[in-house]
C-alpha cells in the first residue's frame, strides 16, 4: 500500500472529512436517474453474486432494483440539487425578535466512509434578521443534505450555511447528535456511544446565546 492510499485508508477508518461540501465530480447530473439505476443494478448484482448469493432466488431476485433505486431516489436523493427545498421567506411581521428553536429534527444520513447509517438529531435556531423561514422548511434543509453520502461535521455546517443563505443573517446555529452504525455495528462494535457536532454563527458565537440555545434543547416537550 503507497503513502496515499494509507493516508487516505486512515482518514476513512476514522470517519475524518476533507471538505465542507460533497465531494461530486463534475459529470454528476449528465446520467440520468433511470440510467443511473440501471448502472447501480448491475453493480449490486455483481457485488451480490461475488459474494455467493443465488440471485434466481424469489427473496434475492429484486433486490439489485430495489438497493439502485434507493440509492437514487431515496437516501442518495439529497445529491441531486433538482430536490432542494425552494428558499422562500417571509416578512417578520409580528417582529419577533428573539431566538427560533426547531428541536429533536429526525437526521438519517449515511456515512461516505462505509455506507452505513448515521441516525440521530438534529437541534437548529436562528435569530431573525427581518426574516422568517417556514418550520417546515427547517426540517426539509435537514432532510436535503441528509440524504447523500456524509461526514457529520459536513452535514451540520452546510445545514448551517444553507440557512444563513435563505434567511440572509449569520445568527444560525445546528446541533446533531447521532449514532453511527460504522462506529455501532462494525469496528470497535460500541452500540452506547452517539457523536454530537455543532456549528454557531454570528450571536451564537456569544457565550450567553449559545447557552440559551442549550438550556431550550434540554426543555422536555409534553403534550
Known sequence: ???????????????????????????????????????????????????????????????????????????????NPDKKPSSSTFENKYKYNE??????????????????????????????????????????????????PQVQERLTIQIVKELQKVLNTDNVACIIDAKHLCVNSRGIRDIESSTVTAEFGGKFKEESVKREFLDYIKLETSF
Do not use: W
Request: glycine share 6%; hydrophobic share 35%.
Open 1 to 79: 500500500m503507497t503513502n496515499h492510499e494509507d493516508h487516505t485508508d486512515n482518514l476513512g477508518n476514522n470517519h475524518i472529512g476533507t471538505s465542507e461540501r460533497t465531494p461530486l465530480r463534475k459529470d454528476a447530473f449528465e446520467k440520468t436517474d433511470d440510467e443511473k439505476i440501471a448502472i447501480i443494478k448491475k453493480n449490486v448484482e455483481n457485488i451480490l453474486t461475488t459474494l455467493g448469493m443465488d440471485l434466481t432466488d424469489d427473496s434475492l431476485q429484486k433486490t439489485p432494483d430495489r438497493v439502485a433505486k434507493m440509492f437514487v431516489k431515496e437516501i442518495f436523493g439529497g445529491l
Open 99 to 148: 431566538m427560533l428553536v426547531e428541536k429533536n429534527i429526525t437526521v438519517y444520513s449515511t456515512c461516505e466512509h462505509h455506507l452505513l447509517p448515521i441516525v440521530g438529531r438534529a437541534h437548529v435556531a436562528y435569530i431573525s434578521n427581518g426574516t422568517v423561514v417556514g418550520l417546515s422548511k427547517m426540517n426539509r434543509i435537514v432532510d436535503y443534505f441528509s440524504k447523500r
